[in-house]
């Protein structure tokens, strides 16, 4: 068997090659490993290559715009849609089969006025009888206190009829023990007529006026139930004529004659449309700034290119948790209707402000409670942190930290880090 010294020495060329690599290989193979642990393994960051169309390949592609002075627009604006001043869905008090529908949708109505009747002839027939029963408690009334008031004359006529029998009856008494009349004639004439007097006077008159009192309070009592009666008769009677709580038109007809009105569900649904509200939410910048009484204007397009004027009715003293927003309500005056719920609004609470530095609403995003800004420098993203004030909905004011003419990021910022390269795309498709 030859081994590998001997085939070197067959052959010269691979022999010297041989004692070289084994004199020096190792010093080379040591310069390799060091040459790419410095190249690769304490490299930092890699430097980033040319894109196919002038920008980096490896950076983060975001869309930017240049801050700018300028004035807001529509600053202070808020939107909403018109709801009526007053509306009301109108259910029936106790359930019934309907007998009439008087109004349908469109019809103009006033507060009180029948709009729904049920069923209701046998409770007409019982108010009816009701009224009658307290027609005939009343006449009875009256004739008790006509006989309290004949006892109450009679007795006081007892009364006199006795003093005078009295009188008479203590003159005869002295003329009898003078002698000057008999005995006889005493006490027919004198001492009979007393006794009765006294009789009627003290016993028959006040008997006969207590039981006049007693009839007229058995007369009010039947009064006062046969009134208890008819309220009761009145009030079922007035359960079947559903009636419209407020004035204004109807908006909704749910019932027909001979369908069955739900205590719980609407028959009729109304609107006052005299006078409309939009119901929006303001900012905390903005809700202090507000004040019950206040005219703002309203533009509403769909009716009229010229602002409408509103007055705040309402502002609520707390945020809304989930919008955040402070609620508040305007009112505007619709005479001829004009007006119609569901309408889009929008309100200018203040005169917009002046000139100011501006960026686009969107390259303004929260970052832990702070507003914040990514700004390309050198072709590099950089945080800032800035102090806004208010907007339009397209543009923001930018109070402190920026300055004109610096380049913001409007697009991609979810992807950006502190000092990463960044390639603009501001055109459509790059």
């Known amino acids: 068997m030859i081994s590998s010294t001997q085939k070197g020495k067959n052959n010269p060329r691979a022999y010297r090659f041989n004692r070289f690599f084994a004199h020096r290989g190792g010093a080379i ?17 890699q430097q980033p290559t040319a894109g196919a169309e002038g920008g980096r390949g490896d950076a983060v592609p975001v869309k930017t715009a240049k801050t700018k002075m300028g004035t807001l627009e529509a600053a202070n604006v808020v939107s909403g849609k018109l709801e009526a001043g007053q509306s009301a869905n109108v259910v029936a008090k106790v359930p019934g089969k309907v007998a009439a529908v008087h109004v349908d949708v469109g019809s103009a109505v ?11 002839t046998d409770l007409a027939a019982r108010l009816e009888q009701a009224k009658a029963g307290v027609k005939q408690a009343e006449a009875t009334l009256a004739q008790a206190q006509a ?7 009679n007795l006081e006529n007892s009364r006199e009829n006795y003093r005078i029998a009295e009188a008479s009856y203590n003159r005869a008494k002295e003329l009898l023990v003078a002698g000057a009349i ?7 004439r004198y001492e009979l007529p007393y006794k009765q007097a006294r009789q009627a006077a003290e016993v028959i008159g006040p008997a006969q006026v207590e039981l006049a009192q007693a009839q007229l309070s058995s007369a ?4 006062e139930n046969a009134q208890a009666q008819l309220t009761l008769a009145k009030t079922a009677y007035d359960d079947s004529l559903i009636r419209a709580p407020i004035s204004g038109l109807v908006t909704a007809r749910n019932v027909n004659p001979g369908e069955m009105a739900s205590s719980t569900a609407p028959v009729i649904s109304l609107a006052n449309l005299d006078k409309v509200e939009v119901r929006a939410t303001v900012g905390e910048s903005l809700v202090n700034q507000l004040k019950q009484g206040q005219k703002v204007q309203v533009k509403i397009s769909a009716v009229s290119d010229k602002p409408f004027t509103g007055v705040v009715t309402s502002i609520a003293p707390a945020a809304d948790p989930v919008s955040k927003g402070f609620p ?10 004009l007006l ?8 200018q609470l203040g005169p917009p402000p002046g000139e100011a530095l501006l960026v686009p609403r969107e390259a ?3 970052a832990e409670d702070k507003n914040v800004v990514w700004v390309v420098k050198d072709g590099q993203a950089q945080k800032k942190e800035v102090q806004v004030g208010e907007s339009d909905g397209q543009w923001i004011i930018v109070t402190a930290g920026l300055t004109e003419g610096e380049e913001v990021v409007v697009a991609g910022q979810e992807n950006l880090q502190e000092g990463v390269m960044v390639n603009v795309r501001n055109q459509e498709g790059k």
């Open 147 to 153: 006989n309290l008031k004949s006892a109450q004359a």
């Open 182 to 188: 008999p005995q006889a004639e005493f006490e027919s």
């Open 29 to 45: 193979f040591l310069i390799l490993v060091l040459a790419l642990f410095l190249t690769g393994g304490c490299g930092g960051k």
């Open 340 to 347: 119609k719920p569901g309408m889009f609004a929008e309100v």
């Open 364 to 366: 303004v995003i929260k």
């Open 110 to 120: 006033h507060a009180g006025q029948v709009l729904v009747t049920l069923e209701n």
């Open 220 to 223: 009010q009592a039947a009064l």
């Open 328 to 337: 508040v309500k305007i009112q505007i005056d619709n005479p001829k209707h």
